[in-house]
């Protein structure tokens, strides 16, 4: 399980291309500073139901939602703060995209939804999921976009026991050395 996880930090790391010493400086509105945005957990109930559909219309087995997970939603605030491409992939189980509207479900949610073959040993290892949106306004148009991140976790018990009983339990945090400082705490 401890390889499981090194393995995600080492994907999480070099796909999301921040760093501690990295973060890109945000870009500026000449009137207001810097755009951060706001989650917006009405779409994030939007999205959770469509993961949800997605699987029980695969006729997969029903994961349980996590409603706030502070990783994904500062690593959401920090890509949408920072402008990253459209879609971004931050680790094998997870997905980013950008939307701006939520009546058809994109194909990089319907991926995540109906993948059932993780590479991994044991496939039920990853019951449970967290979504987060993240809304900013376009700086030009002035509409509203959305920032959506859907990651996958194991059980609550694996998760405890590999972050506080493994190797893990040293780098279990440094998640937080990539998030953006204006992030921090959201």
């Known amino acids: 399980m401890k390889n499981r996880h090194r393995i995600l930090v080492i994907i999480l790391s070099l796909t999301t291309g921040l760093s501690a010493q990295q973060v890109p400086v945000p870009s500026k509105d000449t ?13 994030e109930d939007l999205v959770a139901k469509q993961f949800d559909t997605i699987r029980a219309g695969a006729k997969l087995r029903t994961m349980t939602r996590i409603k706030h ?10 890509i949408a703060l920072n402008r990253m491409p459209k879609e971004r992939q931050i680790s094998a189980i997870s997905t980013v995209y950008r939307t701006a509207q939520f009546e058809s479900i994109p194909t990089e949610l319907r991926k995540l939804a109906t ?21 900013v306004r376009d700086s030009q148009s002035g509409e509203a976009n959305y920032w959506v991140g859907v990651q996958l976790y194991w059980d609550a018990a694996a998760e405890f026991f590999e972050e506080h009983f493994t190797d893990d339990m040293y780098w279990r945090n440094d998640w937080k050395k990539q998030i953006a400082p204006e992030c921090r705490g959201k």
């Open 31 to 43: 009137a207001s500073g810097p755009v951060i945005g706001e989650r917006d957990k009405a779409k």
């Open 115 to 135: 993948m059932e073959d993780f590479h991994f040993s044991n496939k039920s290892d990853f019951v449970r999921y967290s979504v987060a949106v993240w809304r």
């Open 69 to 78: 997970r502070a990783s994904l939603e500062q690593t959401i605030c920090t």
